[in-house]
């Protein structure tokens, strides 16, 4: 009798055991392409100044600006385009601050057309990156408010 308890209580030691059983599950996830810009005040106003000279243009600069950005895919650019045709006489000019590993194109004329300012963007967050402005027009332009669009736009290369 002895020796049956002491069978018993081994396989009921035994028992939990030998019932686990265990499997394995393969899971995938996806992370989506991201290339995000996000460009800070929403507007700005700019005065221009009236010229010390005879002849001069009438000028106006602001550094005011940044944008933040992020982009996990390789090879993207930041164009920037104005859509006004007031903008043929007052002459905007920006330059953006290039974030880690990418090169500011310098400061350049907005037109209608979309420029290149920022080459060489590839898997980066940054922000507060600087956006400064230059506004030029003829001192023979009408006195009055002036106003366009800017739209910043990250592309692939």
Do not use: C, W
């Amino acid at each position: 009798m002895r020796y049956f308890l002491l069978l018993a209580f081994g396989a009921l030691l035994i028992a939990p055991s030998a019932l686990a059983q265990s499997d394995t599950q393969t899971i995938n996830v996806t992370v989506p392409s991201v290339e995000l810009l996000d460009v800070i005040p929403a507007s700005l106003s700019m005065t221009l100044a009236a010229p010390a000279t005879v002849g001069d243009s009438l000028t106006a600069t602001d550094a005011s600006s940044s944008y933040s950005v992020f982009v996990n895919t390789a090879a993207n650019k930041i164009t920037g385009a104005i859509t006004v045709d007031a903008f043929d006489e007052v002459v905007l000019y920006t330059s953006l601050a290039a974030p880690g590993g990418a090169t500011s194109a310098g400061q350049k004329r907005l037109t209608a057309t979309a420029r290149d300012l920022v080459t060489g963007v590839a898997t980066v967050q940054a922000s507060g990156l600087g956006i400064s402005y230059t506004a030029k027009a003829p001192a023979t332009l009408a006195a009055g408010n002036y106003s366009g669009t800017i739209t910043y736009t990250i592309a692939d290369e």
